[in-house]
């Protein structure tokens, strides 16, 4: 199973920024509110404290008849005193990990300690209908949801007997910790991650561009050994790589300038030795003889030309220009008719390439000949998809096996039987067509087709 790529390093590093810095806000968010809860639940319990110690007092010092009419007037939605013969919390119950810190705030609060102190944490309930009345009319809506949740939610009973023996018990819910998550944390996490956002686009786009120009100048030089050298730029890492880059160019250029020199002063040194041992050959009186030898010199003549062609196919000096391929192929076409060989092209519309014209026709020419000389014809079609134009070239002949096809473009390489010396081939027109194909961003491919015969296909991608 192919492995999905991977987004480009602008989005990836974009990506890792939010989710750092999302994290980081999270992380805050839940440090501060395990400091706001703890200092919340010490707040709560000295709230508590000091109502219940003013209570306490205030009953102590009212007579026993008006002791329920003052009990009464201090309930309200989030606390419920009772004056009563008995304690609501069992006498066994004695101080928590909860309710410890409040025993010790009560103690310290109460001005007349009480003969015995009891307190109980109850679980948050649901709300029940009423648990909110009492409170003022003018009170705000959001005073009135704050105690509704204090009303439904956990609450410390604590009972103290009075002097005379009966129990004051009151029932004091507490806010036991703040919300996590509100809307206003989730609002400036947000806001940060698009600030950071924007600012890591901008950043990121500005320190990847030297990469782009860079990768575009690898795939120009891929294309074109004589593209311009790529001007410096970028941080100081980038500027070294920009250096090597163009210094290799340079070398690369010099070494194929340097073996198409070679190649075309050995052709020129060939030549003329060629030349007068042809001279010689016409005074053999053996006429049969004579032939044999001036097709050897006529091969040799047409192996160097091959030579030559291939070394100035791979060294790409040609200037690039917009060219019709159709209208190359119809011409190419029609040359070969004129020589009384079976060629055709189908083709509807125009398709336009930027590529060298020459070396492109000297690919082509060599693909149709290719097709006519093995395979009696050849048929020239076109596809696109996938960004690349598809030039086919069919043939009706035996095909070539799919373990040798690779081996047809090596140079020299000739296969076998049909493939032979004897065909007038030099051995390098497959060779030299994929050296242009490759050097103008493509290949050629071939294989058999179901009905016979061997379909060659020159793909070559659709840009500038």
């Known amino acids: 199973m192919k ?32 400091e706001q809860s703890a200092s919340l639940a010490v707040l709560e319990s000295i709230r508590i404290a000091e109502r219940v110690s003013a209570i306490h007092r205030l009953l102590e010092r009212t007579p026993a008849d008006e002791r329920q009419e003052v009990a009464d007037y201090f309930t309200g939605s989030n ?16 101080p928590t990990g909860e309710t410890r810190p409040l025993y010790e705030i009560l103690e310290a609060t109460l001005g007349q300690v009480p003969a015995e102190m009891r307190i109980l944490q109850r679980p948050p309930r649901e709300p029940a209908i009423g648990d909110s009345e009492g409170l003022p009319d003018l009170l705000p809506e959001l005073a ?11 609450s410390y009973v604590i009972a103290l007997r009075l002097s005379d023996g009966s129990w004051l018990n009151i029932s004091a819910a507490y806010a036991e910790t703040l919300d996590f998550w509100s ?8 806001a940060m991650v698009v600030a950071i956002g924007i600012l890591a686009i901008w950043a990121i786009r500005r320190l990847t561009a030297p990469f782009l120009r ?23 890492e980038v500027r070294l790589a920009v250096e090597a880059f163009n210094e290799m160019q340079t070398r690369i250029r010099r070494f194929v300038e340097d073996r198409t020199q070679m190649l075309a002063a050995i052709s020129h040194d060939l030549r003329t030795p060629i030349t007068r041992a042809r001279l010689r050959v016409e005074f053999v009186d053996d006429a049969g003889e004579r032939s044999r030898m001036i097709a050897d010199f006529d091969e040799m003549e047409r192996m160097i030309a091959s030579v030559l062609d291939f070394a100035k196919a791979d060294a790409g000096a ?36 930027f590529c060298r014209p020459l070396a492109m026709r000297r690919c082509l020419t060599n693909l149709v000949e290719n097709a006519i000389k093995y395979g009696k014809r050849a048929r020239v079609g076109f596809g696109t998809g996938n960004g690349e ?18 081996q ?57």
């Open 408 to 464: 047809a473009f090596r140079p020299f390489d000739r296969l076998e039987r049909s493939r032979s010396r004897d065909g007038g081939g030099s051995g390098l027109g497959l060779t030299v067509a994929r050296t242009i194909a490759r050097a103008h961003g493509g290949d050629i491919l071939m294989r058999n087709r179901a009905g016979g015969g061997l379909r060659v296909t020159l793909r070559l991608p659709l840009r500038d």
């Open 318 to 353: 040609e200037p690039t220009e917009r060219v019709e391929l159709v209208a190359m192929l119809q011409r190419i076409c029609d040359e070969m008719n004129d020589r009384d060989l079976d060629a055709s092209l189908e083709a509807n519309g125009h398709f336009t390439l």
């Open 183 to 190: 809307l206003e944390s989730t609002a400036i996490v947000a």
């Open 389 to 406: 134009l598809a030039i086919h070239v069919d043939d009706d002949g035996p095909g070539i096996p799919e373990a040798q096809q690779e």
């Open 3 to 34: 492995r999905p790529a991977l987004p480009g390093i602008t989005l990836q590093l974009i990506i890792l920024f939010a989710a750092i810095l999302a994290l980081t806000q999270i992380l805050s968010i839940a440090i501060r509110h395990g």
């Open 214 to 236: 860079f990768a575009r100048a690898a795939r120009q030089l891929g294309t074109d050994v004589n593209a311009p050298p790529l001007a410096p730029g970028g941080p100081a």
């Open 79 to 94: 606390i419920r005193v009772r004056w009563e013969p008995e304690s609501r919390v069992p006498a066994d119950t004695g």
């Open 144 to 154: 009135e949801d704050v105690a509704d949740e204090l009303s439904t939610g956990p």
